[in-house]
């Protein structure tokens, strides 16, 4: 069974930053796409940002200009640079891979945004 680990997360003061990361493991033969999801207290999830294999990205509106997802495909991990972070990024961040044939999710990890 493919399992999906991220780590990272934390509280943290408006404006500032914090680094998630996201590492697969289990019978992997090939990565596709990756990304990195939310959902705050009472919300939907939502897309936060995608990657491909090939390095394309793909962000929210909301997040455009202060996240950048990065990967590793020799560590298979996927990492989610969150800067100038605001109250309202405070969500669960969870993160997706495409890993034969299907998608597969991580537990998720808190970001709370607060002073």
């Known amino acids: 069974q493919v399992q999906l680990v991220e780590s990272g997360g934390g509280l943290v003061q408006p404006g500032g930053s914090l680094r998630l990361s996201c590492a697969a493991s289990g019978s992997i033969f090939s990565i596709g796409a990756m990304g990195w999801y939310r959902q705050g207290p009472g919300k939907q999830r939502e897309l936060v940002a995608t990657?491909?294999?090939?390095?394309?990205?793909n962000y929210a509106d909301s997040v455009k200009g202060r996240f950048a997802i990065s990967r590793d495909n020799a560590k298979n991990t996927v990492y989610l640079q969150m800067n100038s972070l605001k109250p309202e990024d405070t969500a669960v961040y969870y993160c997706n891979a495409w890993i034969v044939a299907r998608y597969y999710w991580g537990q998720g990890t808190q970001v709370t945004v607060s002073s």
């Open positions: 990657i491909r294999s090939g390095g394309v990205t």
